[in-house]
């Protein structure tokens, strides 16, 4: 992943909006950096903070996923993107003290609810319950036929699918 392929994809849709509802919340998985641990299509892997749960494959409901992306989870990688999580913001009802060694990672920024609960519009729109990545799908993600799609190209697809990829990706 190449964060200034990311920035201009982005821009890219900055100059082109779509009408979109979550395009908000996908903006906040770039820039929160969720798709640096979750990888763009959600599925995780093992990158830095530890192997991270595929959000595609997620029983979460939305009110969960705030708390989880507002709290982080204790005891592993996932970081808490709260300002004052654990001080002033209780967390599973626990402070800094009594989370002790299973306190998560602080976030590499701080989130406010207006665009914790716009992630999670996000993933419970695009990412949980979709089955396996496709090529279509990357394409869409990165508004642009990004060298990052191209391992999705091999997969079986249904022909007006490929159809479409082929066009879109040429
Ligand atoms: C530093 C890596 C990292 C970053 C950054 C990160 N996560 Fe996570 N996330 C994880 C890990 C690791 C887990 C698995 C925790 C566990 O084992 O229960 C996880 C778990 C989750 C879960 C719980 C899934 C489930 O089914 O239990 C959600 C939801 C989630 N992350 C959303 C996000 C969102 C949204 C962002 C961005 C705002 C984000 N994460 C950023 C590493 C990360």
Known sequence: MNFSMLAAAYGQSAQAPTSDPTNA????????NCMGCHKWHGN??????????????????????????????????MPFFTRGAYDEVKCHDMNRQDAGAQMPPEGGMFLRSKDIEAVADYV???????????????????SSSSRVCDVYKTQAQKPDDATASRGKGQ
Do not use: M, N, W
Request: hydrophobic share 35%.
């Open 25 to 32: 919340g996908k903006a906040v998985f770039g820039k929160a």
């Open 124 to 142: 419970i729109a695009h990412i949980k319950g979709a089955g396996e990545p496709t090529y279509a799908e990357c394409i869409a993600f990165f």
């Open 44 to 77: 995780g892997g093992g990158g830095y903070g530890g192997d991270a749960l595929s959000l595609r494959k997620t029983d979460l409901t939305r009110d969960q996923i705030i708390e989880v992306v507002g709290c982080g989870r204790p005891g592993t990688g």
